[in-house]
């Protein structure tokens, strides 16, 4: 079915998303995505990878309240639906098993 596999940037922002829990917005799932993959995340980028994972049906999004620090603007936070879920425990679930194919690799890491 189209729409329904993950891309390796999708799979990471969904992980991020579930990672941050209640304090997923943009500009955490960047950071969060740079401490972890070591590359910059492009606020743009993510911004249209949030985009197409709520037009899948993957996350859902809210308004939180506006703030000071913010200049009264308010943030928009991430949660990734049931659909999410499955979707990242199925992404999970393949990753395993090709690892598992590959003489001399296991998935604890070690060769």
């Not at 922002?13 to 972890?36: F, H, P």
């Not at 309240?65 to 393949?94: H, I, S, W």
């Amino acid at each position: 079915m189209k729409g329904t596999n993950l891309g390796e940037f999708e799979e990471l922002v969904l992980l991020t998303i579930a990672a941050l829990v209640s304090d997923a917005y943009s500009v955490a799932i960047c950071d969060e995505l740079t401490n972890y993959t070591g590359r910059a995340a492009k606020l743009g980028v993510v911004h249209a990878v949030l985009n197409r994972l709520e037009e899948k049906g993957l996350v859902k999004s809210r308004m939180g309240e506006a703030t000071n620090a913010r200049g009264g603007k308010r943030k928009r936070y991430y949660e990734v639906t049931q659909a999410g879920k499955v979707a990242l425990t199925r992404a999970r679930e393949v990753r395993e098993a090709l690892w598992r194919t590959i003489p001399g690799f296991n998935l604890e890491g070690s060769v």
